[in-house]
């Protein structure tokens, strides 16, 4: 069993259009997150949700909006896309918020804005 | 802020060889330090972490030694195999505010048989 999967694996799509990417985990963590990594592959997390209340909320343009429906999902929808959005999209999760606990990563989703 | 800096990439060794990354970091608190690894079309995973200073972590027969008088992390292994391959992050979480982990840049590490 997959412990954090994403959908879809990639995405393609072109500029001004409105994306989602799915996240679940079957791991009865509470906290999960979503990480952005660019081309060069840095990564830096944007958002973080902790039994469904947004506690991290990085300097992430508007037009990104997180929702976790329950503690196993995170979604991220992506509104009017740009060039700039095309990297690789991580989410993980953790079993608490504190930094000191292990977060388990999803195989992410490349998005590639045309 | 917290940042972390890990040695530029891309590293190339032959198997068998000894292999050390460094990192080190800038932090206020007593952060926890991760190295995560990366493998080619796959998420991060945990290879191994530390949480106070003086403290050892090691996995697969990678070890990395959290000093706080040099604020270092550096990870070694003393014979690499061709199954190393894979990107290496350092990463640090503090112990205070929002506790978020916060990543190096990344090394890129390519064993040649």
């Known amino acids: 069993d997959t412990a954090v999967s994403q959908t879809p694996k990639y995405l393609v799509t072109q500029m001004g259009n409105d994306k989602s990417i799915k996240c679940e985990q079957n791991?009865?963590?509470?906290?999960m997150y979503w990480y952005k990594q660019d081309s060069k592959k840095f990564l830096k997390i944007m958002f973080s949700y902790n039994n469904k209340e947004l506690i991290i909320n990085e300097t992430v343009p508007n037009r990104f909006s997180p929702k976790s429906p329950d503690k196993a999902h995170l979604n991220l929808h992506i509104n009017s896309l740009e060039l700039g959005d095309s990297a690789v999209y991580f989410c993980?999760?953790?079993?608490?918020?504190?930094?000191?606990?292990?977060?388990?990563f999803g195989p992410g989703t490349r998005l590639t804005v045309t | 802020g917290n940042s972390v800096t890990q040695m530029e990439g891309p590293v190339t060794l032959s198997e068998e060889a000894f292999l050390t990354i460094n990192c080190t970091y800038t932090?206020?608190?007593?952060?926890?330090l991760f190295w995560y690894v990366q493998y080619p079309g796959e998420g991060l995973q945990l290879l191994l972490k530390a949480t106070k200073a003086d403290d050892k972590g090691s996995n697969k027969g990678f070890e990395a030694t959290y000093r706080k008088e040099t604020t270092s992390f550096h990870l070694e292994k003393g014979s690499v195999q061709v199954s190393d391959s894979a990107v290496y992050f350092c990463?640090?979480?503090?112990?205070?505010?929002?506790?978020?982990?916060?990543f190096g840049q990344g090394t890129r590490l390519t064993i040649n048989p």
């Open positions: 990463a640090l979480s503090d112990d205070r505010g929002a506790q978020k982990l916060v």
């Open positions: 993980a999760s953790s079993p608490g918020p504190g930094g000191r606990y292990e977060q388990y």
């Open positions: 791991l009865g963590h509470d906290t």
């Open positions: 932090a206020t608190g007593y952060p926890s």
